[in-house]
């Protein structure tokens, strides 16, 4: 393009929002043929909540077929059944150990958790050792128990079955909630969700690329039931999801689309996918993304709009002229 050219398309794009870190970026947007999108805080909100509290038990697993268990208001008891009331498992205690072991975690799930609690007026118990396990979860002592929070792996790791809770997960994840299995001293608790808001423009954004003929994948760190959900949602394939890719996965995910010649733009917002937007042909951080994110990538939009990536692409192909 012409300096003119490219002069125009930066301010077209500064004026949207839309900032191209230099003239060969606005080039390269253009010949971009797979977009590839972060899920939470890039196609979702990522503005967690805490939507269901799930304690596991013989009684409940046995007698309750998974209906009536998403219970956000705390304050339904579990019943008693024929079990011994010391083996009883409420509610309370589950959101208890779950935020109390949260508490040192900054992660949005993590922060669902515990503002949860708080709603509910659960007094919470400070940890006295924690430790962040990346995708996975987080491990705390709390009252001189070792408390896990997080998914099948972190549970399987840490040598306990997490099968008894497996049907609870499922219908969760099938609603496109993030399940997280909750333990103490060795044994399953129960279960916490949090559930994210998809954005409004999110469906819009995967149609208009869609039209332009650009393939749309998504990359995330969450299980593929969850994932496939809000693929569904937005309208991308669940052929095109890849599902629980480790943070510092991401890159080499997007390695291997490219590898096969495809030129792609990553959009993600998070530290974790800093790597990936650098990876990419084309990397593209959203919203008030992470400074991480911001740096390592090619160009950023100002909103939070998923809909600002078809205007990068049009800015580009010179067919958004108009100064909005
Ligand atoms: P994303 O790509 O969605 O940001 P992460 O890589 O941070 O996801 O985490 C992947 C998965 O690991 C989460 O879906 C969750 O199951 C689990 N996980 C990560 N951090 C936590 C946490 N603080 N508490 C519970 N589970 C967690
Ligand atoms: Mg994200």
Do not use: W
Request: aromatic fraction near 2%.
């Amino acid at each position: 393009a012409t300096p003119a050219a490219t002069m125009v398309g930066t301010s077209i794009g500064a004026k949207n929002g839309v900032l191209f870190k230099g003239g060969d970026v606005l080039e390269r947007a253009k010949d971009v043929d797979t977009v590839v999108f972060d899920k939470t805080g890039t196609l979702t909100t990522g503005e967690m909540e805490l939507t269901d509290v799930v304690p596991l038990d013989g009684a409940r697993t046995a007698t309750d077929g998974g209906n009536g268990t998403a219970t956000d208001g705390g304050t339904q008891t579990v019943s008693s059944g024929t079990e011994p009331a010391t083996d009883e498992i409420d509610e309370e205690t589950v959101l208890c150990a779950a935020a109390s072991a949260e508490s040192g975690s900054e992660h949005p799930l993590a922060q669902a958790i515990v503002e949860g609690a708080e709603e509910r007026g659960i007094a919470l118990a400070n940890p006295t050792e924690f430790e962040n396990v990346p995708g996975h979860g987080v491990r705390a002592t709390v009252d001189g128990d070792e408390v896990l929070v997080g998914n099948r792996k972190l549970i399987r790791d840490n040598d306990i079955d997490p099968a008894p809770a497996e049907d609870e997960l499922e219908r969760l994840e099938s609603e496109g909630k993030t399940a997280m299995l909750v333990a103490r001293g060795g044994s399953l608790l129960g279960l916490v969700a949090d559930a994210d808001t998809v954005k409004e423009s999110a469906k819009e954004a995967v149609g208009a690329l869609h039209d332009r003929n650009l393939a749309v994948q998504m990359i995330t760190g969450d299980n593929e039931r969850t994932a496939g959900a809000v693929a569904e949602a937005v309208g991308i394939d669940p052929a095109n999801v890849r599902a629980e890719v480790l943070p510092e996965d991401k890159a080499d995910a997007v390695e291997e689309i490219q590898s096969s010649g495809s030129r792609a733009m990553m959009v993600g917002d998070g530290v974790n996918d800093a790597p990936a937007l650098a990876t990419a042909y084309v990397g593209t951080a959203i919203g008030s993304g992470t400074d991480v994110a911001i740096e390592a990538a090619d160009v950023t939009l100002m909103r939070d709009d998923p809909l600002d990536v078809v205007k990068a692409i049009r800015i580009s192909d010179g067919t958004l002229q108009k100064i909005k």
